[in-house]
């Protein structure tokens, strides 16, 4: 699309953090790699990445705009900020589910049976406000009816595309493993990828995205 407007890509990426002490945190095995390939390929395909990162493990390509976070409001705000200029936003982060009811202001002695009672964290992508035209992109990591639950996921979002993933208990879908996917869209279609890896993976993505973005110039304004 090289006579066409480069895309402005906001990518979350990695964990998040949430503080159970000031020592522990709840957290999960995402190291943030497919949000680094997605950001790489975007550039490489002419178009400008902002990512917004937890704790990541993986680097992020050089000439993206990184902002680091920790914790999911920290993340959700960080977000809400960059989305206002954004074409897309690409929700790949694996922002914790939980949070500590109460963070202990030292540190949780070892001692006895203790109860951790926990809230969830924020609903980042279903509350982000939308732009005209901006296509907004999640991912499903399920470990059984993983398309239903996909496709649920994509209607209560109100998501254009979401890259569902099964998590097989020995690895994947966190970091460098391949991953069972498929591919939903809003129209209701669903593309099974098969086993991939995740730079088939953000490949993938990217053409999609791409092909929604430019072959729908016109795409109603959601409400």
């Known amino acids: 699309h090289a006579a066409s407007r480069a895309l402005r890509l906001l990518i979350s990426a990695g964990p998040t953090r949430e503080p159970i ?11 943030g790699y497919m949000g680094a390939l997605l950001a790489a390929e975007a550039l490489k395909r002419g ?23 920790e914790q999911a409001t920290q993340m959700e705000r960080a ?4 989305a206002r200029v954004a074409d897309v936003v690409v929700m790949a982060a694996a922002v914790s589910d939980f949070r500590a009811a109460r963070q202990a202001s030292g540190k949780r002695r070892r001692q006895g049976r203790q109860t951790l009672l926990l809230r969830a964290t924020p609903d980042i992508i279903g509350r982000l406000p939308r732009r005209p035209r901006q296509l907004v992109v999640g991912f499903a990591v399920e470990s059984a009816h993983v398309v239903q639950r996909a496709r649920r996921k994509l209607q209560r979002k109100r998501l254009d595309l979401v890259l569902a993933q099964r998590a097989n208990g020995t690895g994947a879908p966190f970091g460098r493993h391949p991953v069972q996917a ?3 869209s809003r129209g209701g279609e669903v593309a099974p990828l098969g ?13 999609k995205i791409e092909a929604l973005w430019y ?4 795409r109603a304004r959601r409400t």
């Open 47 to 69: 178009h400008r990445a902002v990512v917004v990162h937890g704790p990541i493990t993986e680097p992020l390509p050089r000439g993206v705009l990184a902002i680091p976070v």
């Open 79 to 82: 977000l809400r900020r960059s």
């Open 215 to 218: 072959g729908q110039p016109e």
């Open 21 to 31: 002490d000031r020592v522990r945190f709840l957290s999960n095995y995402s190291t």
């Open 182 to 184: 498929w591919l939903l």
């Open 195 to 207: 086993t991939i890896t995740k730079p088939q993976a953000a490949r993938t993505l990217l053409d």
